[in-house]
Nanobody
Framework: QVQLVESGGGLVQPGGSLRLSCAAT????????MGWYRQAPGKQRELVAT???????NYADSVKGRFTISRDNAKNTVDLQMNSLKPDDTAVYYC??????????????WGQGTQVTVSS
């Protein structure tokens, strides 16, 4: 099995910064992609940012220029640096990883989520 553990959420004022981290452990042969999604109350879960093993990134339009995703392939970790935070960024943030296990089968795994609240 694979576990994703997130950290770094919290309360921040508008315009502030937070850094989220996620570590994947367990039965991992390789990870093809890692990323972050978020879900605000009453809304569907939405993509925030993803990064491939080769470093190709993809961002939601709403976070481009403010958020930066980075990955350490050797440690199976992914971080999300969030700057210039807005109240609309308030949500539970979920880490996800597309994991190739030793069986050579690929599965999507999710973390438990970490709350980010942007408020004055």
């Amino acid at each position: 099995q694979v576990q994703l553990v997130e950290s770094g959420g919290g309360l921040v004022q508008p315009g502030g910064s937070l850094r989220l981290s996620c570590a994947a452990t367990g039965s991992i042969f390789s990870i093809t992609a890692m990323g972050w999604y978020r879900q605000a109350p009453g809304k569907q879960r939405e993509l925030v940012a993803t990064v491939t093993g080769g470093g190709t990134t993809n961002y939601a339009d709403s976070v481009k220029g403010r958020f930066t995703i980075s990955r350490d392939n050797a440690k199976n970790t992914v971080d999300l640096q969030m700057n210039s935070l807005k109240p609309d960024d308030t949500a539970v943030y979920y880490c996800t990883a597309k994991v190739v296990q030793y069986t050579k089968r690929t599965y999507d795994f999710w973390g438990q989520g970490t709350q980010v609240t942007v408020s004055s």
